[in-house]
């Protein structure tokens, strides 16, 4: 930490801190300080933040919930920016809501159900913010955001203020715009459909208790490790290994968990990393894992499913601090 740096940015930019444990911050208990961290509650406050960053020279991370993050257990230099932008969800026309990216996803799902508004519910349980999964084109049981998503509000590299359609999202399977030139989500609009209360209410519970069953919440985690793998890209000699595991998400795919599965992997461990026993497309922290063991496992799962199968995992979590 340079004393200097500190002192101009605690100048400019009030409530700035140094040395705060990013394992507090993750979901996955993982990592090492953040060398300046701040927390943005207005878009005011996080535009001035990354500029200033930028403006003297230091690197920038903004980032939400911390749910898909794996970060160095070295820490991450410069400014981390934790974006918690306060503003209320509010219903902007009768079947459009607009919410700020800092906001938890389930408190979105959970606003539209409570205006019997349809198209969200698949989400129920999903862990990570509104911003978080725009940027990934979250899914899950088939739906996925740019269902729904009508427009977004973001900040470009040169932290101009844009408004993007949904086609101007570029989105694709679990990938935007916004994850292909690292802009940051200021805040979206969905556009749902009218729906019942109850109905919608028990969708998403259900969503819920199907991840309280299935995955392993019990630990600290990063969620799916890797992307699930398109059917057409399993190799021909394995296709009827696999026929019978096919979902529809939204294309046929195959979770990747039974690569892991097929491949013997379920339950190695490296240091105190796991691949979960419950659920194989999961990494679990068993108490005091480092970035390394899980770099190690994740890299470790890509070369025995590659050996194996032919098939290249591709990792979901971002990486940070590296």
Sequence with gaps: MNEDIFKDLNDK??????DVLMSKQTTFKIGGPAEYFFSAK????????????KEIGLPVFVFGGGSNLLVSSEGVKGLVVKNQIEKPIELKESDIIEAPCG????????????????????????????GGAIRGNAGAFGGEIK?????????DNNFEEKTLSNKECDFSYRNSIFKQKNWIVVSAQLKLEKGDKKELRDIANSRIDY????????????GSIFKNIDFKEVPEKFKDEFKDKVKQDP???????????????TGKQIGKAQISQKHSNYIVNLGGATAKDVLELIEFAKNSVKEKYGIILEAEIQAVGF
Excluded: M
């Design 13 to 18: 930019l009030p409530g700035i801190q140094i």
């Design 42 to 53: 207005t878009k005011d406050q996080l535009i001035k933040s990354v500029k200033l960053a």
């Design 103 to 130: 906001v938890v996803l389930g408190e979105v799902v959970d606003f539209a159900i409570k205006n019997s508004l349809k198209g969200i519910e698949w989400a129920g349980g999903l862990p990570g913010t509104f």
């Design 147 to 155: 269902d729904t998503l009508f427009q977004v509000e973001a900040l």
């Design 211 to 222: 991840r309280k069953e299935r995955h392993p919440l019990e630990y600290p985690n990063a």
């Design 251 to 265: 294309f046929e795919i195959v979770p990747a968990a039974w690569f892991i599965i097929g491949a013997g992997l």
